[in-house]
């Protein structure tokens, strides 16, 4: 059970919190749980800025930005990670604003205080011999022949084309074919893309329909699961976790890396971010430049392995 929420804070500032929780769920639609992960946010900023009094509103309205600045300091030496000293400075933003747009108190110090930066996380992806060795072996792994082929197809799709796993067991019987070039693929967001399609990938398709016990339904989904149903993506995440112990991969590895491989690929390649943007279908060429810091990340490794001078050192 959650330990109910205290703020330090007093009569003239406990009312102003229960409107704003009312605010944020009734006329922003918050979840219970986002209201209460924000609501304990807050708490800790009162708790932690106040001298040994409850806060009031007078309070908050004279803090300034060294006092904004103290507070982040006290969180980042109580080792509290930036993900999480984030959320709480988005919850006192949240605050700060709604008493401000209420004609309530306005403080325009927060508004100066920058969010902690993020540490950058690279997309995890594998090399093409790599790549490579699991196409060869998540066939023989599954349970059966045919849903060995089903499971090569799918990597085949997830590494060939860059689809999310979601996106490949979305695709329907008729959506794809031997005369198919291309393949229509709808995204996040509703967002429609069209990448190639290697007639590999097809072969690797057509191979699995000529075993597959269950007959194809146009228009229906084109993977199936064991009892005929459209398959899970927890299938394939079970068969991925399969092939990082048989092969000796990393143990957070996730089908979502043969996405990320398709795309570090590529750009090792030669292939323009632009192009590979516009067939991984992200809305910013921010979210795919990550991929040249995968990329530089990779050269140094093999630069530290391969160099003489790196060599001589050992």
């Known amino acids: 059970m959650k330990q109910t929420i205290k703020f330090f804070a007093d009569d003239s500032l406990l009312p102003l919190i229960k409107r ?8 922003r639609l918050y979840s219970e749980h986002t209201l209460d992960a924000y609501s304990r946010d807050l708490a800790i900023f009162l708790q932690k800025i106040s001298q040994d009094e409850k806060i009031g509103l007078e309070y908050l309205e004279k803090l300034d930005v060294r006092d904004f600045r103290r507070f982040l300091s006290k969180r980042a030496a109580q080792n509290i990670n930036k993900s999480s000293v984030g959320r709480e400075l988005s919850a006192v933003r949240s605050f700060f ?14 508004s100066v205080i920058s969010t902690p930066r993020q540490a950058k996380i690279l997309p995890k992806a594998l090399d093409a011999k790599d790549s490579f060795a699991l196409l ?15 499971d090569k197809a799918i990597f085949m799709l997830l590494y060939g084309c860059g689809l999310r796993i979601s996106e490949a067991l979305a ?13 229509r693929i709808r995204g996040k967001g509703n967002k429609e893309r069209i990448v190639p399609l290697l007639p590999i990938i097809w072969q690797n398709i057509e191979a699995y329909l000529a075993k597959c016990p269950y007959a194809p339904v146009e228009g229906e ?79 140094q490794k093999e630069y530290d392995k391969a160099h003489p001078l790196e060599k001589a050192e050992h």
């Open 20 to 27: 704003w929780q009312d605010y944020l769920l009734k006329e």
């Open 97 to 110: 604003k709604w008493l401000d747009t209420n004609n309530i108190m306005k403080n325009s110090a927060i």
């Open 136 to 150: 060869d072996e998540v066939q023989d792994i599954a349970a059966s022949a045919w849903q060995g082929l089903r």
């Open 171 to 183: 695709i329907n019987v008729g959506d794809i074919s031997a005369q198919s070039t291309f393949l």
């Open 221 to 299: 989904a084109l993977f199936l699961g064991a009892r005929g149903e459209r398959l899970s993506p927890r299938i394939i995440q079970r068969q991925m976790q399969k092939l990082r112990l048989l092969l000796g991969l990393s143990d957070n590895l996730t089908p979502h890396a043969l996405r990320h491989s398709f795309a570090t690929q590529l750009l090792a390649a030669g292939v323009d971010l632009r192009s590979i943007q516009q067939l991984l279908g992200h809305s910013s060429l921010i979210t795919t430049q990550r991929y040249t810091d995968v990329q530089t990340e990779t050269l």
